[in-house]
């Protein structure tokens, strides 16, 4: 009978039950009624597929705006079209099979290559230039030795120092981009997120950890926030560019005031609503080079809740900044449109 054990003395008991259990575990898998009772059912099946959420896909934050600005009537600008059809992220085998060819992208794909750094100067220079993330202008003797070699081997031999404390190696040819992002990525330093909609390279004190004179070393914070950014593939993609800045409080600023959002340190005396110390001012709205300075949010944060802050505003911006006109598509647009009362209460739902 299925199921059950020939008498044969010649078994060990150990053998017995290892030979009742294979052959019950088949009996379950043909659906055998087994000696002592019915078949058991087979087991139930894990569902397909999931639904698409930005709970299993936090990047659908990008879509659902995008969604909303067509549903009010919006059209969306030809760059937000570019992103809402391709990943630029998955675009390593594209930029491959151009660099095999020696070929320099077109179209919409010149703005999607700025996601990983990469920027196709023509007309000034048939060549790509590509820009770093290096937070608070920050690296070691080894990176910026290793920097000059790849400016050497694969571009024009130089390195262009930025206003943000960046570097870029220009002059890279049509067959090198994969080379460069490659001996970049070796280096420990990266180029995502350089150009395009992306949180720019993040300031800090020029002096930090040096100046006597500072409330406090603004270097944990720059290099914080930039391992978050890197590590949360939503924050990618925005409406528009956007900057963040930390001053240190010392002899040198870094003009936090000309940034979507700047972090100013300023020391609290006893006596006051909150405890002593060293405090951030949360600075939003600045525009460089439109006379637009950052308004002060009226938020007193303690060095450890600046990142969360700042992501929080950013969010913020991923779903309610202007996607349909890249003129008005910077954090300083939304504010004048809403308000700063209306924006910090989107930002709190944001927060840990």
Known sequence: ?????PENPGFTEDQKQYLEGFIAGIAKKRGIALPNGAAEPPAAQPAASVEPSPANDPTLIHRIAQDRAIAAGGKLVPEELAKRSKNPFDMWDEIAANAAA???PKGTDVFLHKFHGLFYVAPNQEAFML?????GGILSAHQAK????IAERFGGGYVDITTRANLQIREIGAAHPLDVLAAVDELGLTSRGAGADNIRNLTGSPLAGIDPQELIDTRPLTR????HILNHRELYGLPRKFNIAFDGGGRIGVLEDTNDIGFAAVRVAAGKPVPQ???FRMLLGGLTGHGSFAQDSGVLLEPGEVVAAAAAIV???IGHGDRTDRKKARLKYLIERWGLDRLMKHAEQFLP
């Open 1 to 5: 009978m299925p199921g059950s054990m």
């Open 102 to 104: 020696a070929r320099f």
């Open 131 to 135: 820009r770093l993330r290096l937070p």
């Open 146 to 149: 290793g920097l000059a070699d």
């Open 224 to 227: 914080g926030l930039y391992h």
């Open 277 to 279: 110390g060293v405090y």
């Open 315 to 317: 969010r913020v911006f």
